[in-house]
């Protein structure tokens, strides 16, 4: 039985324009290299677990430890040391795969568990790329049975979501594209989809600043 508790995305203009996620949602952000995807995965982590302290938050990352995504990130201002810091202090479980075969394993040991659940895939091997589909299919299982919220997030880089991994686009109930704008130098999130919900125009432009990135709401309609 769910409680009457809304599920509410991390990042505060997302709130504040009246959005709410599903009791359970399959979130889809669509990523790639230049848009700083490791700072904006660990900050969004931040958000979360800053939103709600005592929820059980499980973050894994394929190919590269998430620990080592904030030594060796891109930002090496206070920002990462904000993010370091604040990571290692509360109580979130990272783990890092070297296979979508281990992905699909926790994710089918830890969902009745967790609260929220955020992967990070920047890429993907070949061999991987054919296990993707199942590892949706064992997101669409979690969903069927839970007895509580629950978000389950991928960061993903947008080769991956190609023609031939396309269905995640239809799978996913939210998804999300993080974008670079090379006239203008600024980097956006636009919302492309969101199942359930009466549709809307909504672009972010985020700012990595010193010690915050601040978001910016550009258009809701």
Same mark, same amino acid.
């Given at each position: 039985m769910f409680k009457n508790i809304p599920n509410y995305p991390e990042i505060p203009v997302l709130r504040e324009s009246g959005m709410?996620? &599903? &009791?359970?949602?399959?979130i889809i952000y669509m990523i790639n290299p230049f848009v700083s995807p490791?700072?904006? +995965?660990?900050y969004n982590i931040y958000l979360r677990a *800053?939103? @709600?302290a005592n929820k059980e938050i499980f973050v894994g990352s394929y190919g590269e430890d998430v620990e080592n995504l904030i030594s060796v990130s891109s930002y090496p201002t206070p920002l990462i040391s904000k993010l370091r810091e604040f990571l290692s202090l509360t109580n979130i479980h990272y783990r890092y795969y070297t296979s979508i075969e281990e992905m699909i394993k926790s994710l089918e040991l830890n969902f009745r568990s967790a609260d929220h659940i955020y992967y990070y895939i920047p890429y993907l091997s070949e061999n991987d @790329?054919?296990?993707l589909f199942r590892l949706v299919q064992s997101v669409k299982k979690?969903?069927? *049975?839970p007895n509580k919220n629950l978000t389950i997030t991928f960061f993903i880089d947008e080769n991956v979501i190609g023609n031939r991994n396309s269905?995640?686009?239809y799978d996913g109930d939210i998804l999300f594209k993080a974008y +670079?704008? @090379?006239?203008?130098y600024r980097r956006y999130i636009k919302l492309i989809k969101m199942r359930f919900f009466e549709p809307r125009s909504i672009n972010i432009e985020?700012?990595?600043d010193n010690d915050i990135i601040r978001f910016n709401l550009i258009r809701s309609l």
């Open positions: 709410i996620y &599903p &009791p359970v949602a399959f490791d700072v904006l +995965f660990l *800053n939103l @709600e @790329e054919k296990m979690a969903k069927q *049975n269905y995640m686009l +670079f704008d @090379e006239k203008t985020y700012i990595i």
